[in-house]
């Protein structure tokens, strides 16, 4: 190598380790809900291991289903002067004070999969979520063609006031409207969980005894519960009583393929990529659409086995 290249290289080299040194490295701070089902878990995964790819410093706290720990969460974020926030909230109010500080302290805030209600939209970036009340709507029309327009249902909702109950209640209600005779005859929270799911539907079976012919669950994780249920009371999940339910997790797609599940919609907690990207842009001081949709569709049980391999939570 010639004298002058080598300078030349070893310049290169001092500039570009000096530049390295100088970025700074980004911190968010990231409020998780709790670990109540497969789909949370698979977020929580999504948004950890983008920031990881990114190099971003992520400050991650699990709020163990409760609201009051995730505005303690975003208090410390906004002392600790992180860059930006995500926020998963858990329920749809009460969230407009501690919003109001992060706007006051100039850091964005991105929403991820659930919204909020707030009387002033500029306390956050955008929101990151799939559209409930079309998935509910699909689950319900789903049923409606699968049953004939003929139905007993039980409904297993998922924490109340969370905006994925609220709005995948709405939109069963709406796909089934024009059934007179599909009528849901008991409708309880199972808190989005297996556990939960699991014992209500005992309950609801009690009381029902075999005038159930369907169920709609709001998530996979209280489907497979019921799943547990129906099958201790001696009777066929997926035959004697047909199920519905929301997310499309591995554990869904294999409960199809064994015949115990008839369908599920999907919603993707893959929102990693987007909520990094999201975060980006606003600190660039750009101003983003409020909502930014994920798309999904619905897995009946016939698309299963072909589908699965191609599952990626
Ligand atoms: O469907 C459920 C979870 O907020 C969209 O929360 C999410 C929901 C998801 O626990 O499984």
Same mark, same amino acid.
């Given at each position: 190598m010639q004298r002058g290249t080598l300078i030349r290289s070893a310049f290169a080299l001092v500039l570009s380790c000096s530049t390295a040194l100088m970025a700074k490295e980004r911190v968010v701070g990231f409020t998780q809900i709790g670990a109540e089902s497969a789909w949370r878990t698979a977020e929580t995964e999504s948004i950890k291991s983008?920031?990881?790819?990114?190099?971003?410093?992520?400050?991650?706290?699990?709020?163990?289903?409760?609201?009051?720990?995730?505005?303690?969460?975003?208090? =410390?974020?906004?002392?600790q002067k992180v860059d930006a926030i995500i926020?998963? $909230?858990?329920?749809?109010?009460?969230?407009? $004070?501690?919003?109001?500080?992060?706007?006051?302290?100039?850091?964005?805030?991105?929403?991820?999969?659930?919204?909020?209600?707030?009387?002033?939209?500029?306390?956050?970036?955008?929101?990151? =979520? =799939?559209?409930?009340?079309?998935?509910?709507?699909?689950?319900?029309k789903w049923l409606a063609k699968r049953t004939n327009g003929k139905a007993r249902i039980v409904e297993l909702q998922g924490t109340p006031g969370a905006a994925p109950a609220i709005d995948r209640k709405k939109g069963f209600a709406e796909g089934i409207q024009e059934h007179p005779d599909m009528k849901i005859v008991k409708s309880?929270?199972?808190? /989005?969980?297996?556990?939960?799911?699991?014992?209500?539907?005992?309950? /609801?079976?009690?009381?029902?005894?075999?005038?159930?012919?369907?169920?709609?669950?709001?998530?996979?994780?209280?489907?497979?519960?019921?799943?547990q249920a129906i099958?201790?009371?001696?009777?066929k999940p997926g035959k004697d009583i047909l199920i519905v339910s929301i997310d499309g997790v591995k554990s869904a797609f294999e409960a199809m393929m064994a015949g115990k599940l008839n369908s599920t919609v999907e919603c993707s907690p893959l929102l990693g990529p987007k909520a990094f990207a999201a975060i980006d842009?606003?600190?660039?001081?750009?101003?983003?659409?409020?909502?930014?949709?994920?798309?999904?569709?619905?897995? $009946?049980q016939e698309l299963a086995a072909a589908e699965i391999s191609s599952r990626k939570y």
């Open positions: 983008t920031a990881k790819e990114l190099g971003v410093n992520l400050k991650f706290s699990d709020a163990q289903g409760k609201q009051e720990n995730q505005i303690k969460a975003l208090r =410390s974020f906004i002392a926020l998963a $909230p858990v329920v749809e109010t009460g969230w407009e $004070p501690v919003l109001r500080e992060a706007k006051k302290a100039k850091i964005p805030v991105v929403l991820v999969d659930r919204g909020v209600k707030v009387s002033d939209e500029s306390l956050y970036a955008t929101l990151i =979520s =799939s559209d409930f009340v079309y998935e509910g709507r699909e689950a319900g309880q929270t199972g808190n /989005f969980n297996r556990a939960d799911g699991k014992q209500v539907m005992e309950a /609801f079976l009690k009381s029902e005894g075999k005038n159930i012919d369907a169920v709609f669950a709001h998530n996979d994780d209280m489907a497979l519960g019921a799943i099958e201790e009371a001696g009777l842009r606003a600190l660039k001081g750009e101003t983003l659409e409020k909502w930014i949709k994920q798309e999904d569709r619905v897995f $009946p």
